[in-house]
């Protein structure tokens, strides 16, 4: 693929969110597009095994959302077609941050919200119906197909229904299987080296339950959420709508302090936070489910790009290339904005696959970075220099401001919604504004 002048087969292992958006992506290519997919994939939004995160909270951000709608034409309107709520930022959120309540400013920005499996199952539809896209399921790739050391031309792959374990011959191979991807050990067994894998844990995990709330006592703001701060630094949670009338309540704890997955625990856990309200909330609300808990939440970069030897006819995206700690709700932004990268890259042609897989890797810097940062400070591995320390310090002012200021807070949400460069928080005119202060105090 050292020039990707063959652009007749290309498969994608993994039916997820990564896999879906780089296959539509391709599509635009590529003759042909297949998606290899272990799972058995229901027509009807529901659980499966293989994505088990799809229990817990996932908020879209406006970037996502802006990627999505990009590659998916009409995405948005199909998630609300759905069933997806729209949620106003700020408008629509109780938040209390760490430097304290957020006042309730006119609507910024507005987000579908709804679970994980509707808006995975929106993509896949159109993904199939509207760009081609042939998804063939309860199929597990077992491994990369070429010659040892060699460009990649293909999968092994076994249908889990028992049949005959067959090779499916590509152009390009897109790995999109996600935090377990057993590519990065298949191509060291196939003589291309090895690849270092940065790991930051902040030890954080999740529980997460539906509920049903009767009589709206959580309509007036349709978000609440509670983050760690003073006098409670490991504890936090959320309540969000998702279609159905049901509300999604994720407790998330840093440094393995995590919420129980039992009745009784999981609400102590809930009272527990800096702020009663979503406990109170949940002592009327009528459970839709049992209480379900994630762990495994490490920032997990695998550095594929400087493998001695990156094989031609193989990219890595999606959580298998950069998963971070999902707390920062960043993970499927992230996979629909490096589709859309992989559709501009391809698009102006001519890079070797080294070349790609770095620009798709210097795409989730940003967003590493973010989550990383904040993760460090949970660990208390303070700032790394005086800089550092002097950007926290400024970063804990313009929050205390965006909580009080409607521009601010617009500016603000720009940039935590990804649509905007992080270099608009410190434009001057914003910087005098933060070394003036809050004009008034955080709401009560
Ligand atoms: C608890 C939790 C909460 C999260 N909350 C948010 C949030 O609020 N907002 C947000 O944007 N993101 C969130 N994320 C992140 C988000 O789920 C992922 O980052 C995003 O979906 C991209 O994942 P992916 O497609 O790369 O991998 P996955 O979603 O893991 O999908 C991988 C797919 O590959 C399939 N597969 C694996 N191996 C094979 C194989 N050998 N052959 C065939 N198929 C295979 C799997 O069955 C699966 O379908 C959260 C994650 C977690 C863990």
């Keep these: 693929m050292t020039d990707l002048e063959a652009r007749r087969h290309a498969v994608v292992i993994g039916a997820g969110m990564a896999g879906l958006t780089a296959a539509v992506a391709l599509a635009g290519h590529f003759d042909r597009v297949t998606v290899l997919e272990r799972d058995a994939l229901p027509d009807e939004p529901v659980f499966r095994p293989g994505v088990p995160q799809s229990r817990h909270l996932h908020s879209l951000m406006g970037a996502g959302q802006r990627a999505l709608d990009e590659l998916v034409p009409g995405f948005t309107g199909r998630l609300y077609d759905a069933g997806a709520i729209p949620l106003r930022t700020p408008y629509d959120h109780l938040w209390f941050s760490p430097a304290g309540w957020c006042h309730r400013f006119p609507p910024s920005h507005t987000v579908p919200s709804a679970s994980r499996e509707l808006i995975e199952a929106v993509v896949r539809r159109a993904a199939v119906e509207r760009h081609g896209v042939a998804v063939r399921h309860r199929t597990e790739v077992t491994g990369l197909d070429g010659e040892p050391g060699g460009a990649v031309t293909g999968v092994h792959a076994a249908p889990r229904d028992g049949g005959a374990p067959e090779r499916l011959p590509a152009d390009l191979v897109v790995d999109a299987s996600g935090r377990r991807s057993r590519v990065p050990a298949w ?7 090895t690849a270092e894998t940065t790991v930051v844990d902040s030890r954080a995990g999740y529980s997460s339950r539906l509920y049903e709330i009767p009589g709206g006592s959580a309509d007036e703001w349709r978000v609440i959420s509670i983050q760690p701060g003073p006098g409670q630094p490991t504890r936090g949670g959320a309540l969000v709508p998702v279609e159905g009338g049901r509300r999604l309540v994720s407790l998330y704890g840093y440094l393995d302090d995590h919420p129980p997955t039992d009745e009784d625990g999981f609400l102590a856990f809930a009272a527990s936070l800096r702020h009663p309200v979503l406990h109170d909330v949940l002592r009327s609300a009528e459970p839709a489910g049992p209480i379900h808990g994630f762990r495994n939440m490490a920032n997990r970069r695998w550095h594929g790009e400087d493998l001695p030897a990156w094989p031609d ?3 890595v995206a999606g959580d298998a290339l950069c998963a971070v700690n999902p707390v920062y709700a960043q993970g499927m932004s992230m996979a629909a904005m490096t589709a859309v990268l992989l559709d501009r890259l391809l698009a102006e042609g001519g890079a070797d696959g080294r070349t790609l897989q770095k620009r798709l890797a210097a795409g989730n810097e940003r967003a590493w970075q973010v989550a990383t940062g904040a993760d460090l400070a ?5 700032a ?9 310090a400024y970063m804990q002012r313009l929050l205390e401001l965006a909580l009080v200021d409607a521009d601010v807070n617009r500016t603000f949400f720009d940039v935590m919604m990804m649509l905007d ?3 608009a928080l410190f434009a001057p005119e914003l910087t005098a504004r933060v070394a003036r202060g809050p004009a008034r105090p955080a709401a009560g």
């Design 187 to 193: 191509l060291t067994e196939r003589g291309h080296g």
């Design 313 to 315: 006819g193989l990219l």
């Design 378 to 382: 949970h660990l208390g591995t303070g």
């Design 384 to 392: 790394a220099d005086e800089a550092a320390a002097e950007t926290a």
């Design 421 to 423: 460069e992080p270099g």
